[in-house]
Every structure is written in structure tokens, then in C-alpha cells.
């Protein structure tokens, strides 16, 4: 691995992963290549390693089969790590056909151009495609059948599906991680996180989906990039992998602590908690998440941040970010 091409690296974990592969790898260049959609944005990329000489940014959708062609050639690429992703729920349940065209039609474009250019492909893919748990059923391992309940999900579990058929059909060189639900800093405000720190400080009720008890593995975004990292460099080729943090409280749980942390870092006159509101919830919501990580571990990953640690970074990074410090 010497040249990358990073979809998506101008969103949320690619651009933490941008940062971090840098960082690990003086002698990398990363590439990029970025549609800037809704949740991108360039400041992401601000502070790079080496002022970010070694990363260059293309804005292109991947759909752009032709364009993509170019840049693998003109950057000498071996590896393209593919984080682009339309990766909203909601979104995909008001508009799928969105959902599809970047998620399965943007992945196969990928394929079609690593195989044309024999490259090292890997999928960041997501816990969502399993389904949902119950309550007392075992963690999903790499062997447990799909059964997505979104338009997103189905759109990533039909990519996964397309990675493995290049693999066994074309000899690709791949691998898929699967990750729990990540946070952190560079998110964008649509997400539960960062959503609900955003609301509490404008005084905006937090909306809490039905009875806010889906439970979610809240992973941080820097653990993430350290197990791709660790997949990329000794992971088997033609293997998945799940990445989580094994911490499982629900939503409402997670709301309340972010709460209490506002409180104590940027205290006011009312109770952030209050603010609080169960609204409808969303339609064929999931209940419970949860990954064996067994494989991974393997390879000698493990998560570093707690979720107490984690959610406290997270906050003060956000209130510095807008401005509240």
C-alpha cells in the first residue's frame, strides 16, 4: 500500500481515517475522492499530517466511471478503502432510490475499476446489515446471515454481496470490515450524537425515537480507523471482519449522559435534560445491535477509548467547534 484512494474522505470516518493513516504511514499518499454530498465537508481535512502534502482531494462522484479511471491512473493507485456512502436511515427510507444508486451502483463502479486495474479493495461496511437482535440473542459473528430491515442497510448488505462475487468471480483482492455505531469528532449534525449535543445548546427539544430503549455499540471513530488500519495491513484476503466496542446502553441512556456532561462543561439555567422528547419512531426501527469481535482481536486490535472517555471528547470537541469555549 503506497497510494490510496479514499472515497468518501471528506465525511465523517474518512476523514478520520485520512488523518490517521497519515499519521501511521510517513511514507503513503492518500487520494481523496469525494462527491461533497450534504454531510461532506472540506474543514474535515484541516491539520493533516505534514500540513497534507500527501493527500490530494479529487471532487467526483463515484458513479463517474470514466473520471475514476483518470485518477487511478494519474495517482498510481494500488488500494481504494470505500467509506462513500449515503448513510442516513431516515434518508433512505424518504428516498431510496438514492440510497441504491450511491451505496450499490456507486460500489459496483469501485469494483468494476479495482478489477480493471487489479487493486486492493476494501468495503467499510456496517452492523445494520444483520437485522436486529433480540435481548438475549448472541452477538452476530462473520458467519451470520443477512437480514437488513432499511433501504440502507439492503443497499450495503447488496454491496457486500457484489465485494465477495468480484472476489470469488474475478480473483479481487479484498476485505470488509463491519462496524458498530461510530462517534466522534467531525460528524454531521444528523446524527444521534452530535444531534443531541446541537439541540441542547440551542435550547431545541432532543428527539428520542418511541421509548429510546433501541440499543446501539457505541464505537469510537478512532478505534474504527485502527482496526481498518490493522485489516489493511495483516487481515486475510477474501475475510470480513466486525469491529465494535462491546459497551451497550440504549439511546435514551446515551441521551442522558450527554446531557449530564453539557451540564457540568457548559452549564445553564435550565435543565438540558428536559429538553428530552419522545417522538414516533422510526419505521422497522432495530432494536439491539451487538458484533463478536473474537476475529479481529485476533489480529491483535482491540478498542481503546471507552464510552464515558469517549462521549467527554466528543462533547468538548463540539462545544470548541462551535464556539462555546
Known sequence: MKNILVTGGAGFIGSNFIHYALAQDPDIVIVNYDALTYAANLHNLFELPDGGARHHFEHA?????????????????D????????????????????????NVMGTLTLLEAARAHDLRFHQVSTDEVYGSLGPSEAPWTEDSPYRPHSPYSASKAAADHLVRAYGRT????????????????RQHREKLIPMTIW??????????????HQIRDWL????????????????????????GAGGQPDNLTVVGWICALLAFEYPCNTSYADLMTHVT???????????????????????????????LQTTRWYLKKWGKV
Open 281 to 311: 419512531d422510526r419505521p422497522g426501527h432495530d432494536t439491539r445491535y451487538e458484533l463478536d469481535t473474537t476475529k479481529i482481536k485476533g489480529l491483535g486490535w482491540k478498542p481503546e477509548v471507552g464510552l464515558g472517555e469517549g462521549l
Open 220 to 243: 469510537h471513530v478512532e478505534d474504527h480507523c485502527a482496526a481498518i488500519w490493522k485489516v489493511l495491513q495483516e487481515g486475510e484476503i477474501g475475510e470480513s471482519y466486525h469491529v
Open 199 to 212: 439541540n441542547a445548546l440551542e435550547g431545541n427539544p432532543i428527539p428520542i425515537y418511541g421509548d429510546g
Open 79 to 102: 488500494t481504494i478503502v470505500h467509506f462513500a456512502a449515503e448513510s442516513h436511515v431516515d434518508n433512505s427510507i424518504e428516498a431510496p432510490r438514492v440510497c441504491v444508486d450511491t
Open 170 to 185: 474475478y480473483g479481487l483482492q479484498y476485505t470488509i470490515t463491519h462496524s458498530t455505531n461510530n462517534y466522534g469528532p
Open 61 to 77: 462522484n463515484i458513479c463517474d466511471k470514466d473520471y475514476l479511471a483518470l485518477v487511478i491512473d494519474k495517482y498510481h493507485i
